[in-house]
């Protein structure tokens, strides 16, 4: 990936100095309230290790956002090729988790324009979508706002979660290239 600045962000590929930070963020239970669990320092370095891989194959994947005022950790932003058994996968997601202290400053909407002109342009994709649980109403805004429409015929139980948890349903925003 190259790095991509927008005018008040970074974003780059994760580097080690980021996992202190990165540990923090996924350690975050109020951050993580939509994931089925926060994340110990040791999963966050092997999640790191699955996204360095994931960019070694597919060429792109999520990556670090900073202050580009300060250098400071915000979280993650990029594309990831979701791969898990759907019938409309593989597709291209972007995705965005952020620290609660960059939480309501546009930082999100920010990266992930920057991260659709990129897929979009750079790497000449059709189509990118984005999902959540549907009980994460800030996320839906944030695709909302950053002008993905809603996919409904899309949406789905996550298999990741067990069959019935409430963080099992899924709902599926899309965006095709301009």
């Known amino acids: 990936m190259t790095r991509i600045e927008t ?27 939509h994931f089925p669990a926060v994340m110990t320092r040791d999963e ?6 699955r996204i360095a891989e994931k960019q070694a194959r597919v060429g792109y994947a999520v990556g670090a956002v900073l202050d580009k005022a300060d250098g400071a ?12 058994d759907l019938p409309w996968t593989p ?27 990129y897929g979009f342009g750079t790497l000449g994709l059709s189509r990118i979508v984005a999902f959540t649980a549907t009980a994460n109403h800030a996320s839906s805004k944030v695709m ?5 429409e809603r996919a409904e015929h899309l949406d789905f139980q996550h298999t ?12 599926v925003y899309q965006m095709t290239a301009p």
């Open 7 to 33: 005018e008040r962000l970074i974003l780059r590929p994760f580097e080690p100095q980021d996992l202190d930070a990165f540990a923090a963020l996924n350690a975050d239970p109020v951050v993580m309230e």
């Open 44 to 49: 966050t370095e092997a999640f790191m290790d």
């Open 73 to 84: 950790f915000l979280g993650l932003c990029g594309l990831n090729l979701f791969e898990i």
């Open 91 to 117: 597709e291209t997601e972007i995705g965005w988790r952020f620290t609660r202290a960059s939480w309501g400053k546009g930082y999100a909407s920010e990266a992930a324009r920057a991260w659709l002109a």
């Open 144 to 148: 909302e706002r950053i002008g993905m």
């Open 160 to 171: 990741h979660v067990p069959p019935g948890h409430p963080l099992a349903p899924h709902i």
